[in-house]
């Protein structure tokens, strides 16, 4: 079993990328939230045995997608529990424009982790904000809440930024250090 499990809704694949670089740093067990909000009893007992769940969803007219929110929303019987409670938790996102109040999207998943009582896992990465920065570069969307990723709103999956993809597979990293303790 994983000690680290990605649970994540991605609309067009842009964030299912950013979620396979992450799970690859956190070496983490990846779990899609379906088209209809949904996943399986047995993802469910994944959750359950993790000792981090990362969430990740588009930020949609800024906030997760109905999906991820219908997900989140299915948790409350395990929060009426506290049957996640002292897990890690982080999150990720991705949105067309480089602002694109994916902060909103951050702050929400910052909410639900601490609703089940767990522990709020950062980035740790410094911002890319130099002059010599270069749109590639690590964490140069600039979040230490959790990993940010910017995909054009015209661009394939194909064609997500690889600065975003390593920063998302470096916060897995962390993610991974803070459970191994």
């Not at 219908?70 to 982080?90: E, H, L, P, V, Y």
Request: hydrophobic letters at 40%; charged letters at 20%.
């Amino acid at each position: 079993m994983s000690k680290v499990v990605v649970v994540y809704h991605s609309g067009y694949g842009h964030t299912k990328k950013q979620a396979e670089a992450l799970a690859q740093g956190a070496q983490a067990t990846l779990i899609a939230i379906d088209a209809e909000g949904n996943i399986s009893e047995q993802e469910w007992q994944l959750l359950d045995e993790a000792k981090a769940i990362v969430f990740g969803s588009p930020t949609y007219m800024g906030n997760v997608s109905w999906q991820f929110k219908k997900f989140a929303d299915a948790t409350s019987k395990i929060w009426f529990t506290q049957k996640w409670k002292n897990k890690f938790f982080g999150g990720f996102t991705n949105s067309a424009t480089m602002n694109g109040d994916k902060h909103s999207t951050l702050h929400y998943f910052i909410t639900l982790a601490m609703q089940h009582s767990g522990i709020w896992v950062g980035t740790g990465l410094m911002a890319s904000n130099a002059k010599s920065a270069h749109r590639d570069d690590v964490n140069f969307v600039g979040s230490f809440a959790g990993a940010m990723m910017q995909t054009p709103s015209d661009a394939s999956s194909y064609e997500v930024n690889q600065g975003d993809l390593k920063t998302a597979e470096l916060y897995g990293q962390r993610i991974l250090e803070c459970v191994k303790g």
